[in-house]
């Protein structure tokens, strides 16, 4: 079998899984289009982090580097930058303890996570059936292992039973009826079954450990562009780990070889996602980058800067097609950016905004404090009806009825309070006081 149609297979099943595959996906490109239908566009498009790989399939080089990668840990380790620290050469050495497994071994391994997720295909299909056992069981195991995901390590029997929704002793005992059901269900002993899940589980982690270099050797080809080098580790992970799982040895060739699509699906998806501002649908992303590479082609052919025209005819697609894509794409302009005709405006000036200005607080905190200080002038009962019906002890103003019921008066009595106050209130001396306060924020 051809190489080729192998990472064939690597792509349709990526296609199948939760994410699209695209092993070419380039993501964060910069368009700025100008749209004008009365004269000619001119795009231009800036790969500010660009991740695609020109060629769809492995180049020699990159399969001479996933062999040295199996022999010298110094063949991974990342150029040092600014931004390297030693918890980033901890992990290189850590990683570089594990052997690369042999084919044999591989095989091997491969099998068994094999098994362990056909029996996991079994549990699966007799909780959607109904069965009574087995329904409850899957799903306390799905909790323990979304508990173990969130908490980096397997969660103790009270915190699971907690999380769960039911006490020790009654989690014990759907494992126990549980395990002894999916045993019935797959044929198998109750030993038999826990010794396949045991190896199963273990292989899986071991094929992971054994292969982490290869993720932190794709992963250093996209640094500086967007995320840190053990974020794009920590999502390469992600995509070898659906590698073991998807991975079938009777295929013929190297584990490695299938997982390189996994991970870098993993790393550029994940650059796709968060490294802008603004994230764009992974659909937009990968139109953008079908113009960008669309526009190289067309500027190195011409020698000029292509039309919209030009790109739609060379991407199949029509002028209109072409502009909506290209204005889907946020630009990010910087609030200091001089605006004006003298330019002596910076644009953050003229934004509107609700947050309130260090001079709006410091006014606010001294009108308060004059506030209290007018109503210190009012009888007790006149002031607790003011501050309620105003809303000025805690911003929520009350009802004549609300204040009566809190102050055991009637619906009347409250409003003769509050009419007496608000007379004493509006005298010349005591309203100067706040007039220009009520100047300042209306």
């Not at 050469?89 to 591989?106: A, C, P, S, T």
């Amino acid at each position: 079998m051809p190489a080729t149609s192998f990472y064939a297979d690597a792509a349709y099943e990526a296609q199948q899984s939760n994410q699209v595959f695209d092993p070419e996906l380039a993501v964060d490109v910069d368009v700025e289009a100008e749209v004008d239908t009365e004269v000619e566009l001119d795009i231009e498009i800036e790969a500010d982090i660009d991740v695609e790989v020109e060629e769809s399939d492995l180049t020699q080089e990159d399969l001479e580097e996933l062999e040295m990668v199996a022999q010298d840990p110094s063949s991974f380790a990342v150029a040092p930058n600014r931004r390297s620290t030693d918890l980033v050469r901890l992990y290189l050495q850590e990683i570089g303890r594990v052997r690369l497994l042999g084919r044999d071994e591989e095989v091997s391994e491969a099998q068994k996570v094999q098994r362990y997720l056909r029996l996991r295909v079994v549990l699966a299909n007799a909780a959607k059936q109904g069965d009574e056992i087995i329904a409850p069981y899957l799903r306390i195991i799905e909790a323990q292992e979304r508990l173990a995901s969130e908490l980096g390590h397997r969660p103790s029997m009270e915190r699971w039973a907690s999380t769960a929704g039911v006490d020790v002793f009654e989690l014990k005992q759907i494992l126990a009826k549980g395990k002894r059901r999916w045993a019935e269900v797959a044929k198998l002993t109750v030993e038999e079954l826990e010794q396949m899940q045991s190896s199963g589980l273990q292989s899986k982690e071991h094929m992971i450990k054994a292969n982490l270099r290869l993720v932190v050797s794709v992963a250093k080809k996209y640094q500086n562009r967007g995320l840190e080098l053990l974020d794009l580790v920590q999502e390469g992970t992600l995509g070898l780990e659906r590698a073991v799982e998807k991975f079938d040895p009777t295929k013929g060739y190297r584990f490695s070889t299938y997982a390189y699509w996994w991970i870098r699906q993993g790393i550029t998806r994940a650059i796709a996602t968060s490294s802008r501002t603004i994230r764009l649908p992974v659909h937009i992303t990968e139109k953008l980058n079908k113009i960008k590479k669309a526009q190289r082609k067309i500027a190195q052919e011409k020698g000029r800067t292509p039309t919209l025209e030009d790109l739609a005819v060379e991407l199949e697609m029509t002028p209109t097609a072409v502009r909506e894509v290209l204005l889907r794409v946020p630009r990010s302009v910087s609030l200091e950016t001089k605006v004006g005709k003298d330019k002596d405006t910076e644009l953050g000036e003229l934004l509107e905004t609700d947050s309130v200005t260090p001079e709006e607080m410091l006014m606010r905190e001294s009108l308060q404090r004059d506030l209290h200080h007018l109503l210190s002038d009012l009888t007790t009962r006149e002031r607790d009806v003011i501050l309620m019906r105003f809303g000025l002890a805690d911003g929520h103003p009350y009802s004549l009825a609300e204040i009566g019921r809190a102050l055991d008066l009637s619906r009347e009595r409250v409003r003769q309070i509050e009419s007496k106050a608000l007379q004493k209130l509006r005298q010349p001396k005591r309203r100067n006081l706040i007039r220009d306060y009520l100047e300042s924020l209306t």
